[in-house]
């Protein structure tokens, strides 16, 4: 029996070396074999995990190129499979699967045997209802328990599943959802977010009718709302209630390894957002790699009394509550909490998380680094709150975490008597549902850095010439691929989308777009977005959806924004709009455009300011100049970041120069 301080790495060390008789002196050396015998350490993931498939795969990597990687050829496969592996066992140690909590104060434990009926019952009116294989269910539901069960029983029948959270307008939702035609729609009818209860019924029944290949409704009745308001649907509460002798002896489908797990959405600087498509095997395999390897989460496959809690703070629109519930492949409770982190607009409360994870007694606390952030502005005093010492690991990632925030949080945790916190800051993508760059818990730690890069990342950075660097900020690049790449991208013909978003600048390597400097000693350090892609709060949004939404403004003629991340710096995301002739950006109007943001998207992508300006910079083919922009507000001198004989109206580039000039003058002197 393994002790439960031990580092999972460390086990799985030890087991490489009395299964393998492979030895390492260091974690570089364990990392440079990893992405150099690919067969060799994924081949030993699959062994390590204790895999199962009723059929042998002929090889691990048969086409090791990117894109088009084949991973476990021949193995079958299925990711509700691996996580109904922990019935028993979990169960039998006295660890529930799911527990929950909202801002109503509801409390809810989901025991392993009844997750399980719950996701056999569902899958069985999934399936009398016709769903097929490859048919995708389009969900609409927030951070609960039926979430996680939904989708266990869609994807143990072979459909694909995909979600948006109910805080995204219904124009952001529809662009993600008509991409993929659903079959079928899982949908709430209200949340209750910041102390309002929000009736989205208005939300479920144009989405029913924007999409004319659902041909199920299941609604999850949380608000008291008027069900005629709603068209013909079925209470997911009561489709998940059967019990009986068929739904005690449903078992998931075998599934070839790279079926269609879900579809996830990044999203770029134009058009559509990206439909990304994720397989069962690849999509298991990093997610056990990351989650119990790096960021230690979890119970061993020699012991399964270790009791870890594990809570990380995410909307079902942000890859994190995939990840969260990944926590359930290896037997993992997960503590799942539903409602605003920061409590109301009126009574603002930063301690509603550590509360909830005090009470839970949550051993790894994972959340943006936002949240930690807004946490130390607010002087939240985590001393006050004696149940977090149960926790012995802080997880972010979203955005670069500062050293002082990391500092902050760490003195926290000393005043609790918890002397050895452990921060895990981790740095990935929605692109391939995993992490390049994250934590490992024996080296060491340094406030504003991340550990290392993962096992099998093959994670350089790249100077302009192509040629890696180390001590210098470069392109966040992949040299080899890894199992949960995506698979390809919904409806996209000859895989045009999919290699304009990550190969187009290297063919063959992954692209990322993220500014890396890993050190001379192994730490790597990302200074944020190389592309113009707003990520806010750990939520991607492609500026596309954001123009869509503030020039449906009869006054807004045109528009532009940037996200700029600042390493150790609070985010800072303007928006320049030009006006009608005779037009001035008065407060009614800012409101106004704040309400469409927020209406059409997300409130998460409500700008820090809004400016008018006379011109928008325009390429001579008319594209707005969004990276350009972003990189002269980051510091950058003008020449370097835009060509003016590329440009339809250079003129208009000195405002945008005295604006940066401004802001820099105004942080040196706040510093």
Same mark, same amino acid.
């Given at each position: ?280 095997? /690849?999509? &298991?395999?990093?997610?056990? !790699? %990351?989650?119990? @390897?790096? *960021? ?6 020699? +012991?399964? =009394? ?10 079902? /629109?942000? &890859?994190?509550?995939?990840? !969260? %519930?990944?926590? @359930?492949? *290896? ?6 909490? +539903?409602? =605003? ?331």
């Amino acid at each position: 029996m393994s002790a439960p301080n031990v580092p999972h790495i460390r086990l799985y060390q030890d087991w490489l070396r009395e299964a393998r008789g492979l030895r390492f002196e260091d974690y570089h050396a364990l990392w440079r074999w990893s992405v150099t015998d690919l067969d060799g350490f994924w081949q030993s993931i699959w062994d390590y995990y204790r895999l199962e498939s009723p059929t042998p795969h002929a090889k691990v990597l048969a086409e090791p190129r990117m894109p088009g990687a084949r991973w476990f050829e021949g193995a079958q496969f299925n990711y509700a499979r691996q996580v109904f592996r922990h019935v028993a066992p979990a169960h039998a140690a006295g660890l529930p699967a799911i527990i929950s909590r909202n801002e109503k104060g509801q409390h809810g434990e989901l025991s392993w045997p009844e997750l399980r009926r719950q996701v056999a019952a569902l899958a069985l009116h999934l399936r009398s209802q016709g769903l097929q294989p490859g048919d995708r269910v389009a969900a609409y539901l927030p951070n609960i328990p039926q979430a996680m069960v939904a989708f266990l029983a869609v994807v143990s029948l072979g459909g694909v599943w995909s979600i948006c959270a109910p805080d995204m307008g219904t124009a952001a939702v529809l662009d993600r959802f008509r991409q993929i035609a659903p079959k079928m729609l899982i949908a709430c009818d209200g949340v209750r977010y910041g102390g309002r209860d929000m009736d989205r019924t208005a939300v479920v029944a144009e989405l029913k009718a924007a999409l004319p290949t659902v041909t199920h409704l299941l609604v999850q009745r949380s608000l008291a709302t008027d069900p005629k308001a709603l068209p013909a649907f079925t209470d997911l509460d009561d489709a998940m209630a059967a019990t009986g002798p068929e739904v005690d002896a449903f078992e998931p489908a075998w599934l070839p390894f790279d079926h269609p797990l879900w579809i996830v959405y990044s999203s770029g600087t134009t058009g559509l957002p990206k439909p990304i498509v994720h397989g069962h095997g /690849g999509t &298991v395999l990093v997610g056990l !790699q %990351m989650l119990n @390897l790096h *960021n230690d989460i979890g119970c061993s496959y020699e +012991d399964n =009394n270790r009791g870890e809690r594990y809570h990380w703070y995410s909307s079902t /629109g942000w &890859v994190m509550w995939n990840a !969260q %519930m990944g926590g @359930l492949l *290896n037997g993992t409770t997960v503590c799942i909490y +539903d409602g =605003n982190p920061a409590g109301s607009k009126e009574n603002p409360d930063w301690t509603v998380l550590w509360r909830f994870a005090a009470d839970l007694g949550v051993t790894f606390f994972g959340a943006g680094a936002a949240y930690f952030a807004n946490c130390m502005k607010a002087g939240v005093d985590l001393a006050s709150m004696p149940g977090l010492k149960a926790v012995r690991a802080l997880g972010t990632t979203g955005s670069p975490l500062s050293e002082d925030t990391q500092r902050w949080g760490t003195q926290q945790f000393e005043r609790l008597g918890v002397h050895d916190i452990w921060w895990c800051n981790i740095s990935g993508g929605t692109d391939f549902a995993g992490a390049f760059i994250g934590g490992h818990r024996e080296l060491p730690q340094v406030p504003g850095q991340m550990q290392c890069r993962l096992l099998g990342c093959a994670v350089e950075a790249w100077d302009e010439q192509g040629q890696p660097v180390t001590g210098q900020v470069g392109e966040l690049v992949c040299t080899q691929p890894i199992p949960s790449m995506p698979l390809y991208f919904w409806n996209d013909a000859g895989d045009r989308r999919y290699l304009s978003s990550y190969f187009d600048t290297y063919p063959g390597v992954w692209r990322h777009g993220d500014w890396l400097r890993i050190t001379p000693e192994g730490g790597c350090i990302i200074y944020g977005r190389s592309d113009a892609t707003i990520n806010r709060y750990g939520l991607r949004m492609g500026t596309s959806e954001l123009y869509s939404a503030v020039e449906a403004l009869p006054e807004v003629l045109d528009s532009l924004v940037v996200d700029l991340e600042y390493l150790g710096r609070e985010s800072y995301m303007p928006l320049f709009v030009v006006l009608r002739p005779g037009m001035t950006l008065d407060a009614p109007l800012k409101a106004r455009l704040a309400v469409a943001i927020r209406n059409a998207l997300s409130p998460r992508f409500v700008p820090d300011a809004i400016l008018q300006v006379a011109e928008i910079p325009r390429t001579l083919s008319g594209k707005k100049q969004e990276l350009p922009i972003k990189k002269l507000l980051l510091g950058q001198p003008l020449e370097k970041v835009v060509n003016r004989d590329a440009m339809a109206n250079p003129g208009c580039l000195d405002w945008y120069v005295d604006f940066a000039r401004e802001r820099s003058a105004a942080a040196r002197g706040a510093a």
